[in-house]
């Protein structure tokens, strides 16, 4: 009787396919291969939902994607930076319109750029605070991004 069922169980085995990550026993119907890295079978639980690859190679896409804002994000701070240099250069050449020393810088003499410098130095203003919105969005994403990141992890 127990060599009926050691042969039932192991003719049962013999169906199953084996996870290549886990080593877990699955049926085919429930195993996948990965389109992308061509790995398989792999089991449910290394499937990612709504996603046809596994989940080392999402886990490998959203490193891209997380490195990619990083650089985006650094770019906007060094545009920021860019925008704080031309406020304070206006800021410089209103003040010493001000003072009288207009006469004194070439570029000041030009009548427009002195008669619409004030207005000119508000554009780096609002620029300044469009970028700071969008750096603050790109932090939230990059946060979103290192999130999936930390639970595709756990899945490989």
């Known amino acids: 009787m127990a ?4 042969r039932e169980d192991f003719a049962e085995k ?5 996870c290549l ?5 699955v049926h085919p119907e429930e195993s996948f291969v990965c389109p992308k890295c061509r790995k398989g079978p792999l089991c449910r639980k290394h499937r990612v939902p709504g996603r046809p690859e596994c989940a080392s190679c999402v886990f490998d896409l959203r490193r891209k994607e997380l490195a990619a804002l990083a650089g985006q994000e650094v770019s906007i701070q060094q545009f920021l930076h860019f925008l704080q240099f031309i406020f304070l250069l206006f800021a ?10 207009g006469e004194f810088i070439e570029i000041l003499r030009d009548p427009v750029l002195a008669k619409y410098l004030l207005y000119l ?21 990059i946060a979103d991004a290192e999130m999936q990141i930390r639970k595709l992890d756990n899945r490989r």
């Open 3 to 6: 060599k009926l069922e050691l």
């Open 14 to 18: 013999k169906d199953l396919s084996r």
């Open 21 to 25: 990550v886990c080593d877990v026993y």
């Open 92 to 101: 410089i050449f209103f003040v010493s319109l001000k003072f009288g020393l």
């Open 121 to 141: 130095g508000i554009v780096p203003i609002l620029g300044y605070i469009l970028f700071t919105v969008i750096l603050y969005n790109q932090r939230n994403k």
